[in-house]
């Protein structure tokens, strides 16, 4: 099996699984009770959250415990647009967002939020000159993602980030689902009030995520109920899966030194590979601007779900969009916004790397793709 989707999913850690099932099996409890299986619980919820936020260079107080990206995006720009409305309605993001993002700016819309969606160029980025002329005395909030999830395009954050510490009442929102372990940002040196991240992008499990909230921010919670989370997620902890989470983020971290250049040099051979085949457009680069685990192509005039289920008869494993997206037959909604048309749109494939990925499965793929690509042009013909 040679598996390419590691920005839809990656495989957990077979660690990461012992960890849960011992904490799951030793640790029962219920965090909030005030017995001795809840205190136990309760200590492995407080070494998990101390890990975490030592590892992402924040104060445990500041991490708040998740589902996942989706849930994480949400509170942050929920949180902050409902609960701050009186200073102003006005949002910024960009049109490039995740649909967890896009779409709950869609709904803030409604509500009767003004949104300034930011354009991108070719290559997938915002502009900070654009961002200086949408921002108003009545904006509350900038969100963006830092890492495309589907073309890896890396956001100008440190600019950004330094733009907005001259606007103190604005709150800087970002997405590093698709960043954290991969492409590094500080929080607090980048000005950043709230990021997100899912543990399940880095060897953790499904459903577990977290919120970095800097101290002082309030927010309007999503979930009410209880007092858990600083009273901004109501409900009993996940405690096997943050132990989970923290025991994944700590692994992926350790490896990510020697991992990124080996990102590097996967991406590298993929591209120089694909640039040779017939009928394949690149639609994402590499280097500055880019992340190293990410390659998006086009094969126009081929149907992306032939293509995949093509590879997926001989065990190799890639996707569309974003795997939310991916089951919609519409074109690549990003791709379209970067101006790249709808042929490109409509036949994009995705890969995407991990730390786990090996050479020859690069190289594999690339053989098969110059098999398949001549073949399934020819039967679109």
Not at 126 to 146: G, N, W
């Amino acid at each position: 099996m040679i598996y390419l989707d590691n920005s839809a999913t990656t495989k957990p850690y077979k660690e990461v699984l012992e960890t849960y099932l011992t904490v799951s099996e030793q640790y029962f409890g219920n965090p909030s009770s005030l017995h001795t299986l809840g205190l136990e619980a309760e200590k492995v919820l407080t070494r998990s959250r101390e890990l975490i936020a030592k590892l992402l260079g924040v104060k445990a107080k500041e991490v708040i415990f998740t589902s996942g990206g989706t849930e994480g995006n949400n509170l942050a720009i929920k949180g902050v647009s409902l609960e701050h409305q009186s200073r102003g309605k006005h949002i910024i993001t960009s049109v490039i967002e995740h649909a967890s993002t896009y779409e709950t700016f869609a709904e803030l819309e409604n509500k009767g939020f003004d949104v300034t969606y930011l354009p991108v160029n070719q290559t997938g980025h915002v502009s900070l000159d654009d961002l200086k002329q949408a921002i108003r005395s009545d904006t509350i909030l900038v969100s963006l993602i830092h890492v495309n999830n589907e073309t890896g395009a890396v956001q100008p954050i440190q600019e950004i980030g330094e733009f907005l510490k001259d606007y103190p009442k604005v709150f800087f929102h970002v997405d590093h689902v698709q960043g954290v372990t991969k492409v590094p940002v500080h929080f607090k040196k980048n000005n950043i009030d709230l990021c997100t991240i899912s543990g399940h992008k880095f060897h953790g499990l499904k459903g577990t995520g977290a919120l970095y909230v800097r101290e002082g921010i309030t927010l309007s919670p999503m979930l009410h109920g209880g007092v858990q989370e600083a009273r901004l997620r109501a409900g009993t902890e996940n405690v096997p899966g943050i132990a989970a989470l923290a025991k994944a983020l700590r692994m992926t971290i350790e490896k990510a030194e020697e991992g990124k250049l080996n990102l590097m040099q996967l991406q590298q051979k993929a591209i120089a590979g694909l640039k040779e085949i017939n009928g394949i457009v690149l639609n994402s680069g590499s280097g500055d601007g880019h992340a190293p685990h990410i390659v998006n192509f086009s094969i126009p005039g081929a149907k992306p779900e032939v293509v995949i289920q093509a590879l997926s008869h001989q065990q190799i494993y890639v996707s569309t969009k974003s795997a939310c997206s991916s089951k919609l037959s519409s074109p690549s909604r990003i791709l379209l916004e970067m101006g790249l048309g709808q042929k490109r749109a409509e036949s994009a494939i995705r890969i995407s790397f991990s730390y786990e990925t090996q050479d020859q499965e690069v190289e594999a793929f690339i053989q098969v793709m110059k098999k398949e690509v001549p073949k399934l042009l020819q039967v679109m013909r």
